[in-house]
């Protein structure tokens, strides 16, 4: 029995949200649906100022349907898809989100208002995998699919019935569309708004059927993003934007050498500058994992006066371990750490006996690959707000891992989950950089100490130096074929520091200690080939610079290596690369389709003008599949990268103008890799600052394109939103190879 049966009250929000029930399908969508007549019923409770019938779905008298987002969108539409889902069923979610709900429920999803909830740390809106509340991996639509198609058809049967009750006909006799409950027989029809009072008396359904995929209106459908005309127009809200009284704006200036301490500030020029208002030390927190570094920030009325203020600051820096590190010599020591006896290795994946192969083999390769430090390098940089008052503290930004924002309430303020609020913003990308915990630390060490609202704004060359990058990493890779040119045997070493997953919950209780971030592309569930004898192991190897997040985290180099090696077996054993590859794929269909499909559109097995050629990669990730071919050309007496031809399969396509916008960026981020993607610390300095000297791909960069979405598993929905770069290094690399006979091992790769 609900608490409303019991005591005839109406609940507030946050009862509500603590309200559960299973249903049959044993998805829990967080019910609070009490028992309850029909409002017309004299007895019956007093009208609901709204129906949510779940943590998801809320419709307003007005007819109005809300969808309340528990994911951070980063610009990539997960909104839109997941609101399409419950439309189906219901019709609600983000671009992704919105098509889920949408779907069930019958409504438009550009029609649905997303919203955040009140309470990020409702327990149903926990990550399944990581524990923590958290939007990355690209695992949104994949994980909450189901789910919120759930929401979406619970809502509506719920409507349906209380449509039902007011004709006095039978639920099964009504059906939906568009917003509106009707009665064919009859011709009679209301609006969701108009059923609010009744349905949210109504006791929750023991099954609901959701809709047969051939009776879909917008999943696999949706072909354009909410918001985009406000984005275009400069008229959308970004965290930039916030506004509040006796705001100060903050810039930090952080520590020029990796690890530096701080021993003094002078802030007295600083503080002369009109508008400055305070300068303040701000502590590091080497006891948090992931936690800020030291540095100083200089508060102001205005970014341009902090910036100013900044400029004149006189700061003395602790030497530090690091002084002496240099990037460059990074490849050396990570390929020690192969062969110490200290050093910590896990295995990935091991079948069969590799190293009693290497006698036998009629050839014999081994191959280093090695990739720099990148920057992620949002379009929007970090910008958060935050003002703690009457023991509380409140967010405003785009604040992708919450979880972190309570850790740094807690750790830095003493403040509890309770008193804690997160104003939730889309930002302008991420790219694991908003996965980060300094800024959020940062940020609430100075609204404790000022009590007044601050907002912290990196600027580029801040982002460029807040030391979170992605690691430089080395794979030694090697590989035995016999006689006949068959692969017989396969090892790899894949060495880098443990990822930013030891930043999670139960990460260090794991009995196989794996690191999951760091050997994406090398386990069982997303290796592609399968010879007789395979090791593939992951070696710790820490070098003290702080690493974070990153778009595709591992599979970047692992794929790089493990693609470009596969090419180099398959010539070293007269083969061609494609066939080579599908001969050592077992029982894996689906990868094999975009493999062969890929080939023939790029035109594979055709004649090639000369100065011409094709270089193919392929990788398995986030459930789904993915194929590339490069497509390279002698210009002037150099190569240019002329097309990239990419087949992808994500099994159900939620929202195919999504999936291939995230593929064509996704491409783009895999050319930055190829060709541009270089960090460099000298001395402990990080030598570039900006885009002048850190050079990304622009559009001007990019090739033709041709990018087809498969319908590859109707079912279930996989990730895409890291998908489309892994394997565009090494198709390029692997082109490069064919076109020139010179093969490249570390990238950035030269064109000549």
């Known amino acids: ?86 439309v189906e069923e219901f019709a609600l979610f983000g671009e992704d989100e919105a098509a889920c709900v949408a779907e069930e429920l019958d409504v438009n999803p550009m ?105 879909f209106k917008y999943i696999g459908k949706l072909r354009h993003k909410r918001d985009a005309a406000a984005k275009v127009c400069g008229q959308f809200r970004y965290s930039i934007d916030v506004q509040l009284p006796g705001m100060l704006v903050a810039v930090i200036q952080r520590a020029p050498v990796v690890g530096a301490k701080v ?85 990935a994946m091991t079948t069969g006996d590799v190293a009693g192969q290497w006698a036998g083999a009629a050839q014999l390769l081994e191959a280093d690959y090695t990739m720099p430090y990148k920057v992620q390098n949002p379009l929007e940089p970090i910008c958060i707000t935050a003002q703690v008052k ?39 990308g991420s790219f694991g950089a908003r996965e980060a915990k300094y800024w959020l630390f940062e940020v609430a060490y100075l609204a404790q100490k000022t009590a007044v609202p601050v907002k912290l704004l990196n600027s580029r060359e801040d982002e460029m130096h807040a030391l979170f990058y992605h690691p430089a990493t080395l794979n030694r890779i090697k590989g035995a074929l016999d006689a006949q040119g068959n692969l017989t045997a396969l090892q790899l070493h894949a060495v880098s520091p ?41 070696v710790k190897h820490e070098s003290n610079v702080p690493s974070g997040w990153y778009r595709s985290v591992s599979f970047i180099p692992n794929v790089f290596a493990v693609e470009s090696f596969m090419d180099e077996l398959a010539h070293a054993a007269g083969a061609d690369p494609l066939a080579f590859r599908l001969a050592n794929m077992q029982e894996r269909p689906r990868h094999v389709a975009v493999l062969k499909q890929a080939a023939e559109r790029a035109g594979w097995d055709q004649p090639l003008p000369p100065g011409t050629a094709l270089g193919i990669a392929t990788n398995q990730g986030y459930t789904s599949f993915i194929a590339v071919v490069a497509r390279v050309t002698t210009v002037d007496g150099k190569a240019r990268v002329e097309k990239l031809t990419c087949v992808v399969d994500c099994g159900l396509a939620v929202s195919p103008g999504g999936v291939e916008e995230q593929i064509y960026g996704g ?74 006979g010179v093969r490249q091992r570390s990238t950035p790769l030269s064109l000549g």
Request: hydrophobic share 40%; charged share 20%.
């Open 390 to 428: 009457d023991k509380a503290i409140t967010y405003w930004g785009g604040v992708q891992v919450p979880s972190s924002a309570l850790e740094a309430a807690r750790t830095v303020c003493g403040i509890d989950q309770a008193n804690v609020t997160i104003h939730e913003l889309v930002s302008g």
């Open 498 to 538: 443990a990822s930013p997953e030891q930043w999670e919950p139960g990460y260090f209780q794991r009995p196989d200690h794996m690191d999951y971030s760091t050997t994406e592309a090398i386990t069982a569930w997303d290796f592609a080939y399968r010879p007789p004898h395979l090791q593939l192991n992951w």
């Open 111 to 215: 029609t649905v208002q997303v919203i955040t909830p009140e309470d990020p740390f409702f327990e149903t809106y926990i990550h399944p995998i990581w524990k923590v509340f958290s939007t990355g991996g690209s695992t949104s639509v994949s994980l909450e699919y189901d789910r919120l198609r759930m929401a979406g058809a619970t809502a509506r049967a719920l409507l349906i019935t209380a449509a039902a009750r007011q004709w006095k006909v039978s639920p099964d006799s009504c059906s939906t569309e568009e917003g509106r409950v009707v009665h064919p027989a009859t011709k009679r029809s209301l609006g969701y708004g108009e059923l609010v009072g009744v349905a949210a008396h109504l006791p929750a359904p023991d099954k609901v059927t959701l809709k047969d995929p051939s009776q």
């Open 1 to 86: 029995m609900s608490l409303l049966e019991d005591s005839g009250a109406e609940l507030p929000r946050r009862v509500f949200l603590k309200q559960a029930v299973t249903v049959a399908s044993g998805l829990a969508i967080a019910l609070y649906l009490p028992s309850g007549m029909a409002a017309t019923d004299p007895k019956a409770p007093a009208p609901a100022s709204e129906f949510e019938p779940n943590a998801w779905v809320r419709v307003l008298p007005d007819g109005t349907v809300k969808l309340v987002v528990h994911k951070h969108d980063s610009a990539t539409g997960t909104h839109t898809a997941l609101a399409a889902g419950a």
């Open 667 to 740: 491409l783009m981020w895999g050319l930055g890799h190829a060709l541009f993607d270089k960090l460099d610390i000298k001395q402990g300095r990080v030598v570039q600052s900006n885009f002048h000297d850190y050079r990304v791909a622009r559009m001007s960069d990019m090739p033709a394109t041709d990018i087809v979405v498969l319908d590859g598993e109707p079912s279930k929905p996989g990730g895409v939103g890291e998908l489309g770069s892994p394997s565009v290094v090494p198709a390029i690399a692997n082109a490069l190879f064919a076109l020139t």
């Open 263 to 347: 021993v003094s500030v002078g802030s007295a020029a600083a503080l002369r500058v009109p508008g400055v208002r305070k300068v303040i030390a701000i502590p590091g927190r080497p006891d948090v994992l992931g936690g800020n570094l030291e540095g100083v920030a200089v508060l102001a009325d205005t970014y341009w006066a902090a910036q100013e203020g900044r400029k004149l600051l006189e700061i003395q820096w602790s030497d530090s371990v690091l002084a002496g590190f240099d990037s460059d010599q990074l490849f050396s020591a990570q390929a020690k750490a192969i062969g110490d006896p200290q050093s910590q290795v896990v295995n």
